[in-house]
């Protein structure tokens, strides 16, 4: 049996579409495929729900652990649980991507359920995710301005870009960018780079739409010949009268609007509030729909036709900016940055890689060594909320942890896990940018040897027809009324990443050029402020902060440091109050509060897999006399003989076990047993004393002249 099926050729890649095959019930469903992976998408919508304000799209990205091969490693759950922080970001990427096409005053549940049916390892799912769900929308009965097309553009070593990379290509990519929108515009951008220069950003953008564009098209042929005939929609209307009764009742709206953009006075809120429960007759959504329209168009009028900002700000100008660090006493390192009325603290711990976050997924296993954890409560905004960790949070705090993971010290440098947790204490726009400075700073405070410091700001956009206005650093209001919200963090030299997101069609990357290349402007400011005040990382940790120092030994010496059941790396633990971490290839990191008691701990794991080097003295301890000489321990499970001939007679008769004896290697034989002497260079072998009755030992040949003492080796088993 055939199924309905297109392929794009994506730069030599091919990506097929197939309908038909799975969720026949579905309003529309598809497959897309390229290599051996594959994801399902489908797409399913219901009758209006009453009594909301908003459009309930819903979309769920599911990783399936059977996609990749895997059974999960918990010991009591093998089901797919709750989402990952992977489901929950790649879910936004594809969420980001299409919302802003559909009619954002319906009120129909509209679902899109996708899932990765097989992974190979070398074709990501998660671009084909994207192209999934709009294709899925696309051949469904519900009306949109879809379709959208998407793409991952990597960059080699020499500038080139790539389009959909594998990972192998990622991991030497100093780009990671995805872009999607309709054709001809950019709906959602998501990168992380590696100080990508703002010329190099916008010519990644301009290819990226193009094969963007390519997709789209395809899509659309593809939905125009097997897709369902789409439902017209029934818009709501509002009365006359709500609308008489909100503009006469609202008040000074330019005072209104001052008000949101500064958060002082009488909020709209409460504005609204009023005037429902003085009118119970009319839907209190009606009359916020209503205030909101009206408040949203003075606010572009004045940007548009005068330049004025709500707040008063020139369209370039950056909010105030505080900067403190330092301010939390226990604490490993903390920043606290003041962008207006947005001000975020964040916090440093630093731990040992034992701590490491192990992700176990659909994937694999593999581990993350710097994590970056964003909270915002709703007192920040002055409301009623309930913590806890939703979307959004995992999302800003995944976009603060890329921005600063291109300047962060190797772990050769640095082996030290790092988390970073940024608490939003007052939001007014740009929390997530808050949290890249605050975290820039609280690093540094730390002692972390960063690169470089990092910043990052928003951008907004307001357009109508062919006229663009880009604003810095934008506040909440205009976060709610503009048309994009842009992210840009980088360094001085570069960008380190980027989110964009829009809520109308029709911009491209042209547009988004000129808003890369103001914030740059902007972000330069800010970091102007940061360094101010502490210019680069501390020279010392903070006294509380554990110290890890780290040694490597052969790989097949490691069971000689964890011992026969873990005996001996407890006993290190223990001994030492350090926590001792070994990796596969033989690295070992040992941490703890004390420095000495941490390099009193490298330095016995090092005695445990060190050789006895000829010539080299060592500080021993008598471990066991016999006649012929005494056994001396010169490092952890190795004893030398110090032969008769090698010790004066009456420093050999005064020996007692445990005693502590000065010893130079004299030579390691065929066998790898130790021979040692306590004389200095130059002084003559002491002649070997004649054996008394009853006294052990026997005959063993001194190699330079002498006697025995040690006798034959099939005689005497040496246990050092």
Not at 10 to 30: D, H, P, Y
Not at 558 to 569: A, C, E, L, T
């Amino acid at each position: 049996m055939t199924y309905p099926t297109t392929t794009i050729n994506l730069n030599g890649k091919n990506i097929t579409i197939e309908t038909g095959r799975f969720g026949a019930q579905a309003s529309g469903a598809v497959t897309v495929r390229c290599g051996d992976t594959m994801v399902l998408a489908a797409f399913t919508a219901s009758k209006v729900r009453e009594g909301i304000d908003y459009f309930p799209l819903s979309i769920e990205y599911q990783e399936k652990l059977y996609a990749g091969g895997v059974i999960s490693s918990s010991r009591f759950v093998k089901r797919e649980g709750r989402p990952s922080e992977n489901e929950v970001l790649t879910g936004r990427l594809v969420d980001r991507s299409l919302r802003p096409l559909f009619d954002q005053s319906s009120r129909n549940d509209v679902q899109i359920m996708i899932s990765p049916l097989s992974i190979d390892g070398v074709e990501e799912p998660e671009i084909l995710a994207v192209i999934a769900a709009s294709a899925a929308a696309s051949i469904s009965h519900y009306p949109w301005l879809g379709p959208v097309g998407a793409v991952r553009v990597g960059m080699t070593p020499e500038g080139e870009f790539i389009v959909n990379p594998t990972n192998e290509q990622k991991a030497l990519s100093a780009l990671d960018l995805v872009v999607s929108g309709p054709k001809g515009g950019i709906a959602m951008v998501e990168s992380g780079a590696k100080e990508v220069s703002e010329e190099k950003m916008i010519e990644a953008l301009k290819f990226a739409q193009g094969f963007s564009d390519q997709v789209a098209q395809a899509i659309a042929d593809f939905a125009k010949e097997h897709g369902k005939e789409k439902i017209s929609l029934t818009p709501k209307e509002i009365p006359g009268e709500v609308r008489e009764i909100v503009e006469k009742e609202l008040g000074d709206l330019s005072e209104i609007l001052k008000n949101e953009a500064l958060k002082t006075g009488t909020q709209m809120s409460q504005l609204v509030a009023d005037i429902a429960l003085a009118h119970p007759e009319f839907n209190p959504n009606d009359i916020y729909a209503i205030a909101d329209e009206l408040l949203r168009n003075l606010a572009r009028r004045q940007i548009l036709d005068k330049s004025d900002r709500p707040d008063g700000r020139k369209l370039d100008e950056v909010r105030q900016i505080n900067v403190e660090v330092g301010l939390l006493p226990r604490t490993h390192g903390s920043g606290f940055f003041q962008r207006g009325l947005t001000h975020v603290l964040s916090v440093v711990t630093l731990a040992s890689p034992a701590r490491e976050q192990t992700i176990d997924g659909m994937k694999g296993e593999a581990t993350k060594r710097y994590m970056h954890h964003y909270n915002m409560p709703g007192y920040a905004s002055g409301e009623v909320g309930r913590p806890g960790t939703g979307r959004r949070e995992i999302g800003h705090g995944a976009l603060a942890e890329k921005a600063l993971i291109p300047v962060l010290p190797d772990q050769q440098e640095f082996p030290y896990a790092i988390r970073v947790v940024s608490e939003v204490l007052s939001s007014n726009g740009s929390t997530s940018q808050g949290s890249v400075c605050g975290s820039t700073l609280a690093l540094m405070d730390a002692g972390v040897p960063i690169k470089k410091p990092v910043a990052g700001v928003a951008m907004g956009l307001i357009s109508e027809g062919e006229k663009n206005i880009t604003l810095t650093d934008i506040c909440g209001l205009e976060d709610h009324l503009g048309d994009m919200d842009f992210k840009v963090s980088g360094t001085a030299d570069g960008i380190t990443a980027l989110q964009m997101d829009v809520k109308v069609t029709g911009i491209n990357a042209e547009v988004l050029g000129e808003a890369i290349t103001q914030a740059k402007s902007g972000r330069l400011t800010i970091l102007e402020k940061m360094i101010a005040v502490i210019k680069e990382p501390r020279s010392a940790l903070s006294q509380y902060a554990p110290k890890i120092v780290s040694t490597k030994v052969p790989e097949d010496r490691i069971g000689d440091v964890i011992g026969s059941g873990g005996k001996v790396i407890r006993g290190i633990q223990e001994d030492f109050e350090v926590e001792v971490n070994v990796e596969e290839d033989g690295t070992i990191t040992v941490a703890g509060i004390d420095q000495a008691k941490v390099d009193g701990a490298r330095a016995y794991i090092d005695s445990l897999v060190a050789e006895a080097e000829i010539g080299a003295t060592y500080q021993g301890s008598v471990a066991r006399i016999e006649a012929f000489g005494a056994f001396v321990n010169i490092l952890p499970g190795k004893d030398g003989l110090v032969h008769i001939s090698q010790i004066y007679p009456e420093a050999f008769k005064a020996l007692k076990v445990g005693d502590k004896l000065e010893v130079r290697v004299r030579d390691v034989d065929d066998l790898g047993r130790v021979n040692l002497t306590t004389l200095k260079e130059g002084e003559r072998p002491v002649p070997p004393q004649p054996r008394r009755e009853g006294e052990g030992g026997g005959e063993r040949r001194f190699q330079g002249g002498g006697g025995g003492g040690r006798p034959p080796f099939k005689r005497f088993r040496d246990n050092r």
